[in-house]
T-cell receptor
Framework: AQTVTQSQPEMSVQEAETVTLSCTYD???????LFWYKQPPSRQMILVIR??????QNATENRFSVNFQKAAKSFSLKISDSQLGDTAMYFC????????????FGPGTSLSVIP | GAVVSQHPSRVICKSGTSVKIECRSL??????MFWYRQFPKQSLMLMAT?????????EQGVEKDKFLINHASLTLSTLTVTSAHPEDSSFYIC?????????????FGSGTRLTVV
């Protein structure tokens, strides 16, 4: 069974600084998709960034980038130039090609951006 | 972009009554909808998966007679919490997968906070 682990329950970062959130996963599938979702206090789930496992190039979306290490089954999120609006829960998520109906979420990391 | 409307955003009901939560895809057809439950400071827990026109598939441990899911059209799915009790109080979120969206086409509703008193 696939699992997603986020080892940092809480993190904080100074405004304008850079922070990295960790995510590891376990799967026997060769092709899958990884996501980072943000859930601010409004609780709306917002897609931050996504990565297809067959792509070696790390995905980037403005201030957000990932470090995808397929062999290590690691998928960390780097937030550059942190802003107060980045304060939220961040969930790492996995979808396997053979079980694509089910999005498997990690336990989440609560990120606080400090002014 | 794809939008999923979820209503109500908040509901308070008395113990023993039933509550219906709606999830609509506004600008796309949703072949599959997912219902999640989220406890405070915890992750999303998948409750069930529904495909348009067929019965929902429930995750292990989720009572299908308590959490009735209907997906009658490609744009609407409903979750009815029957005979609600205080332990059913939680945050419920729906997610819709766009037809043809493959693994990338998931959009979440804004959630419903249910309080049973």
């Amino acid at each position: 069974a696939q699992t997603v682990t986020q080892s940092q329950p809480e993190m904080s970062v100074q405004e304008a600084e850079t922070v990295t959130l960790s995510c590891t996963y376990d799967t026997s599938e060769n092709n899958y998709y990884l996501f980072w979702y943000k859930q601010p206090p409004s609780r709306q789930m917002i897609l931050v960034i996504r990565q297809e496992a067959y792509k070696q190039q790390n995905a980037t979306e403005n201030r957000f980038s990932v470090n995808f290490q397929k062999a290590a089954k690691s998928f960390s999120l780097k937030i550059s130039d942190s802003q107060l609006g980045d304060t939220a829960m961040y969930f790492c998520a996995f979808i396997g090609e053979t079980s694509y109906d089910k999005v498997i979420f990690g336990p989440g990391t609560s990120l606080s951006v400090i002014p | 972009g794809a939008v999923v409307s979820q209503h109500p955003s908040r509901v308070i009901c008395k113990s023993g009554t039933s509550v219906k939560i709606e999830c609509r895809s506004l600008d796309f057809q949703a072949t599959t909808m997912f219902w999640y439950r989220q406890f405070p400071k915890q992750s999303l827990m998948l409750m069930a998966t529904s495909n348009e026109g067929s019965k929902a598939t429930y995750e292990q441990g989720v009572e299908k007679d308590k959490f009735l899911i209907n997906h009658a059209s490609l744009t609407l799915s409903t979750l009815t919490v029957t005979s609600a009790h205080p332990e059913d109080s939680s945050f419920y979120i729906c997610s819709a997968r766009r037809a043809g969206g493959g693994f990338m086409g998931y959009t979440f509703g804004s959630g419903t906070r249910l309080t049973v008193v």
